[in-house]
């Protein structure tokens, strides 16, 4: 069974600039969950999405949001970039059947 | 307090050693416990899942879980220099919470 995927892999934005981050999930899973990475904070849990709908949220500003199509593909969008939000931002999959989170390979962003 | 804790490292073990890794978490009402393994560069890796008290063996792993304590650790037997990495002990509610790490070298 294929993986977690990411893409892109790899983002160099710029201050103030805008980057949609895309994940699809383990074939099956209907949960997909974000979190950001970063040396400081360790990781941290953005919002976790279930059959289209915002499940959870973390304590993060409103310039991230996430949105989950039907085919549990998901998508996070981060707006008016901050040099701070350079981070590694992970994607995890799970299945309806138990807590365990699956992850893909994380999208480094660098804003400049 | 942070929500969870693990002991600080890094932590050195030479190959063939047991490596220990201890996590405490504050929420009394997190049911499930996950071990994660992350190489440098790359992302994390479940190794190990555990629900109830007592102990889970997995090869060459084990976890052991005490909710009464808030406890939950790691042993991995006969380390090899494959294992050198960051283990991440993480507890669910409804979100993942992470423990900070701990990186362990295994010296051949």
């Known amino acids: 069974k294929a993986g977690v995927t990411q893409t892109p892999r790899y983002l160099i934005k710029t201050r103030g600039q805008q980057v949609t981050l895309s994940c699809s999930p383990i074939s099956g899973h209907r949960s997909v969950s974000w979190y950001q990475q970063t040396p400081g904070q360790g990781l941290q849990f953005l919002f976790e999405y279930f059959s289209e709908t915002q499940r959870n949220k973390g304590n993060f500003p409103g310039r991230f949001s996430g949105r989950q199509f039907s085919n549990s593909r998901s998508e996070m969008n981060v707006s008016t970039l901050e040099l701070g939000d350079s981070a590694l931002y992970l994607c995890?999959?799970?299945?309806?059947?138990?807590?365990?989170?699956?992850f893909g390979p994380g999208t480094r962003l660098t804003v400049l | 307090q942070k929500e969870v804790e693990q002991n600080s490292g890094p932590l050195s073990v030479p190959e063939g050693a047991i490596a220990s890794l201890n996590c405490t978490y504050s929420d009394r009402v997190s049911q499930s416990f996950f071990w994660y393994r992350q190489y440098s560069g790359k992302s994390p890796e479940l190794i190990m899942s555990?629900?109830?008290?007592g102990d889970k063996e997995d090869g060459r792993f084990t976890a052991q879980l005490n909710k009464a304590s808030q406890y939950v650790s790691l042993l991995i037997r006969d380390s090899q220099p494959s294992d050198s990495a960051t283990y991440l002990c993480?507890?669910?509610?409804?979100?993942?919470?992470f423990g900070a790490g701990t990186t362990v070298t295994v010296r051949a």
């Open positions: 993480a507890v669910r509610d409804y979100k993942l919470s």
């Open positions: 995890a999959s799970s299945s309806d059947r138990n807590n365990e989170q699956f």
């Open positions: 555990i629900y109830s008290n």
